[in-house]
């Protein structure tokens, strides 16, 4: 099985691009599909954040400096975030009046999200590998 270097960039991607899918299904009110792919895309983050645990645990994070601290506090905050597209968007089913209000939850978790991962692989980079234990 490949390691947390390979899985963890790999969920990322693929969590980004079925955002892009989140949004052009809301935005056609394909709806079955839409709730089918969100579903889908929170599996994928889950999977994201927990190749990406496993993936600190092989560097000296804070040998990367100030972008550990504010990337973290980053990460914490955009998977909270994703309660504002739910909540928003069981609002939505309810009542199709609240579009505006679930667009602009989504755009705002999008970007957190796509923010997070900027300043992740920032502090990866930035990281001291640790040695590798036989
Ligand atoms: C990260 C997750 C999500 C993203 C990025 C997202 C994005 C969007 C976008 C861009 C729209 C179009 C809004 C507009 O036309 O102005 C939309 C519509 C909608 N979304 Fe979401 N959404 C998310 C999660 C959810 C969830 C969790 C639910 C329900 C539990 C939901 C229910 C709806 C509904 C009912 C619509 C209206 C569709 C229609 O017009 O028939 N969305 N969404």
Request: net charge positive; aromatic share 8%; charged share 10%.
């Amino acid at each position: 099985m490949p390691g947390p270097q390979v899985l963890f960039p790999t969920f990322l991607i693929l969590t980004v691009a079925l955002l892009g899918v989140d949004v052009y299904t809301g935005l056609k009110a394909k709806l079955a599909a839409h709730l089918t792919f969100v579903v889908i895309t929170v599996a994928s983050l889950v999977a994201a954040i927990w190749f990406a645990l496993e993936l600190g645990e092989l560097y000296d994070l804070e040998s990367a400096g100030w972008i550990t601290p504010v990337h973290l506090k980053l990460a914490r905050i955009a998977t909270y975030a994703y309660v504002l597209p739910t909540v928003s968007g069981i609002m939505t089913l309810r009542d199709r009046k609240h579009r505006k209000l679930h667009f602009r939850l989504a755009m705002l978790t999008l970007s957190l999200t796509v923010l997070a991962a900027v300043t992740g692989a920032w502090m990866i980079l930035a990281a001291q590998p640790l040695p590798t234990q036989p």
